[in-house]
């Protein structure tokens, strides 16, 4: 099978997988594996690697060297930085290699955001427009909104879907209001008027 005539992929690029969709750009030297699913109008950046059976979702931008591995679900209108490592497999040993079907899943949900430098260890979910600073390392699941820093990563307050940190009334400037149930959860979008 063809990729769509609008899929662009570098002439210095590896995109092995026929599951590519519409408007997707594959830059320089970048690796897209054979089984790997990547969406529409998504950018995969130079050097990124996403192996077979990783699914990226549509309009995710996927930057510089990032490593995205089998196992790992990634969902629309997401945000990777540069030298994001995602893992799979939890108790990696070179002498005792663990097969595919013992690998952990990981799963981004739509909307979040991951700084340049993030670790995620297998077998978390990022919560829906999420905040991942920069170096920080995920080893367990985020919830909605949140906003994580450091290893390993702590809450540090709130994110709108906009991009801004909520104030202490889980207000944004852009409108949005949000309310706190369940802190593991994480916050949902607050009824207007």
């Given at each position: 099978m063809a990729l769509d005539a609008s899929v662009f992929v570098h002439e210095k690029a590896l995109c092995e997988s026929d599951a590519v969709g519409?408007?997707?750009?594959?830059?320089?030297?970048?690796?897209?594996?054979?089984?790997?699913?990547?969406?529409?109008?998504?950018?995969?950046?130079?050097?990124?690697?996403?192996?077979?059976?990783?699914?990226?979702?549509?309009?995710?931008?996927?930057?510089?060297?990032?490593?995205?591995?089998?196992?790992?679900?990634?969902?629309?209108?997401?945000f990777i930085g540069p030298n994001v490592v995602f893992t799979n497999d939890f108790i990696p040993r070179a002498a005792f290699k663990n097969t595919p079907d013992q690998f952990l899943p990981t799963v981004v949900r739509c909307n979040a955001s991951i700084g340049a430098n993030a670790t995620i260890v297998c077998g978390v979910t990022i919560g829906e427009s999420a905040f991942i600073g920069a170096g920080t390392v995920i080893v367990r699941d985020v919830p909605r909104h949140a906003m994580m820093v450091g290893n390993p990563a702590r809450r540090i307050g709130w994110m709108c879907a906009c991009g801004k940190k909520l104030a202490a009334d889980l207000a944004c400037v852009c409108g949005r209001a949000y309310r706190l149930g369940d802190p593991?959860?994480?916050?949902?979008?607050?009824?207007?008027?």
């Open positions: 519409p408007g997707t750009r594959v830059w320089a030297f970048a690796h897209v594996m054979k089984g790997a699913v990547v969406g529409a109008g998504c950018n995969i950046c130079d050097h990124a690697f996403i192996e077979s059976g990783a699914r990226v979702g549509d309009r995710v931008i996927v930057k510089n060297n990032a490593l995205i591995w089998d196992k790992v679900t990634i969902e629309a209108d997401v593991e959860q994480g916050l949902t979008e607050a009824p207007t008027g």
